[in-house]
Protein backbone atom coordinates (compact mmCIF):
# COMPACT_ATOMS: atom_id res chain seq x y z
CA UNK A 1 0.00 0.00 0.00
CA UNK A 2 1.10 3.35 -1.15
CA UNK A 3 1.44 5.54 1.94
CA UNK A 4 1.21 9.49 1.59
CA UNK A 5 4.22 11.24 3.16
CA UNK A 6 1.75 14.61 3.05
CA UNK A 7 1.31 15.83 6.59
CA UNK A 8 -1.50 18.33 7.21
CA UNK A 9 -2.93 20.22 10.16
CA UNK A 10 -5.91 22.05 11.62
CA UNK A 11 -5.23 25.27 13.91
CA UNK A 12 -7.40 24.96 16.24
CA UNK A 13 -7.66 24.70 19.88
CA UNK A 14 -6.48 22.34 20.42
CA UNK A 15 -4.16 22.00 17.15
CA UNK A 16 -4.38 19.03 15.15
CA UNK A 17 -1.46 17.10 12.59
CA UNK A 18 -1.08 14.09 11.22
CA UNK A 19 0.62 12.36 8.72
CA UNK A 20 0.21 8.78 7.02
CA UNK A 21 -2.35 6.07 7.55
CA UNK A 22 -5.00 5.81 10.12
CA UNK A 23 -4.88 2.63 12.41
CA UNK A 24 -8.44 1.58 10.61
CA UNK A 25 -6.38 2.04 7.36
CA UNK A 26 -3.06 0.29 8.20
CA UNK A 27 -4.94 -2.74 10.08
CA UNK A 28 -6.45 -3.97 6.39
CA UNK A 29 -3.11 -4.32 4.91
CA UNK A 30 -0.40 -5.54 7.21
CA UNK A 31 0.22 -6.79 10.81
CA UNK A 32 0.91 -3.34 13.07
CA UNK A 33 1.96 -1.92 16.12
CA UNK A 34 0.09 1.09 17.88
CA UNK A 35 1.80 3.56 20.54
CA UNK A 36 0.27 6.52 22.44
CA UNK A 37 1.43 9.07 24.64
CA UNK A 38 -0.66 11.21 26.53
CA UNK A 39 1.11 15.12 26.94
CA UNK A 40 0.98 14.47 30.58
CA UNK A 41 2.79 11.32 30.03
CA UNK A 42 6.05 13.87 29.92
CA UNK A 43 7.10 16.25 32.00
CA UNK A 44 6.77 19.55 30.04
CA UNK A 45 3.13 18.35 29.53
CA UNK A 46 2.21 17.93 33.08
CA UNK A 47 3.90 21.40 33.91
CA UNK A 48 2.07 22.53 31.12
CA UNK A 49 -1.50 21.17 32.74
CA UNK A 50 -1.99 19.25 29.61
CA UNK A 51 -4.34 15.97 30.16
CA UNK A 52 -6.14 16.33 27.44
CA UNK A 53 -3.63 15.77 24.46
CA UNK A 54 -2.25 12.67 23.01
CA UNK A 55 0.03 11.61 20.30
CA UNK A 56 -0.82 7.80 18.46
CA UNK A 57 1.80 5.95 16.11
CA UNK A 58 0.65 3.14 13.92
CA UNK A 59 3.87 0.90 12.76
CA UNK A 60 4.55 -1.66 10.51
CA UNK A 61 5.05 -4.90 12.82
CA UNK A 62 7.63 -6.75 10.44
CA UNK A 63 9.81 -2.96 9.77
CA UNK A 64 9.19 -1.17 12.60
CA UNK A 65 8.30 1.77 9.94
CA UNK A 66 6.00 4.42 10.63
CA UNK A 67 2.73 4.18 8.70
CA UNK A 68 0.78 7.42 10.21
CA UNK A 69 1.22 9.19 13.40
CA UNK A 70 -1.72 12.08 14.49
CA UNK A 71 -1.01 14.40 17.20
CA UNK A 72 -3.78 16.63 18.94
CA UNK A 73 -2.38 19.52 21.43
CA UNK A 74 -0.26 22.34 21.82
CA UNK A 75 1.96 22.55 18.39
CA UNK A 76 1.33 19.75 17.23
CA UNK A 77 2.07 20.32 13.86
CA UNK A 78 5.75 21.79 14.77
CA UNK A 79 6.34 18.17 16.86
CA UNK A 80 4.93 16.25 13.90
CA UNK A 81 7.48 17.27 11.30
CA UNK A 82 10.18 14.98 12.88
CA UNK A 83 7.66 12.28 12.18
CA UNK A 84 7.36 13.86 8.51
CA UNK A 85 11.30 13.77 7.93
CA UNK A 86 11.62 10.48 9.12
CA UNK A 87 8.85 8.71 7.42
CA UNK A 88 10.38 10.86 4.07
CA UNK A 89 13.33 9.17 4.46
CA UNK A 90 12.34 5.80 5.22
CA UNK A 91 12.73 5.54 8.61
CA UNK A 92 11.96 2.97 11.58
CA UNK A 93 11.12 3.74 15.08
CA UNK A 94 14.65 2.62 16.30
CA UNK A 95 16.09 5.15 13.98
CA UNK A 96 14.11 7.89 16.02
CA UNK A 97 15.03 6.50 19.28
CA UNK A 98 18.13 6.30 18.66
CA UNK A 99 18.12 10.05 18.61
CA UNK A 100 18.35 12.64 21.74
CA UNK A 101 15.15 14.35 22.48
CA UNK A 102 15.81 16.96 24.67
CA UNK A 103 14.37 17.19 28.48
CA UNK A 104 12.56 18.38 28.97
CA UNK A 105 10.35 19.48 26.17
CA UNK A 106 7.25 18.57 24.10
CA UNK A 107 9.85 16.81 21.90
CA UNK A 108 9.32 14.08 24.03
CA UNK A 109 6.33 13.35 22.99
CA UNK A 110 7.45 11.35 19.74
CA UNK A 111 9.69 9.25 21.81
CA UNK A 112 7.05 8.21 24.11
CA UNK A 113 4.38 7.07 21.97
CA UNK A 114 7.08 5.28 19.67
CA UNK A 115 8.30 3.99 23.09
CA UNK A 116 5.04 2.33 23.81
CA UNK A 117 4.10 0.76 20.42
CA UNK A 118 2.57 -3.30 20.94
Avoid: C
Avoid at 15 to 25: H, N
Amino acid sequence: MLIQVVPHAVYTHPQIASIGLTERQAKKHQAILVGKAGYADIVIGNAMEQDTGFAKAIVEKQTRRILGFHIIGPEAPILLQEVTNAMAKGMSVDDIMEGLHIFPSLSELIAEALGNIE
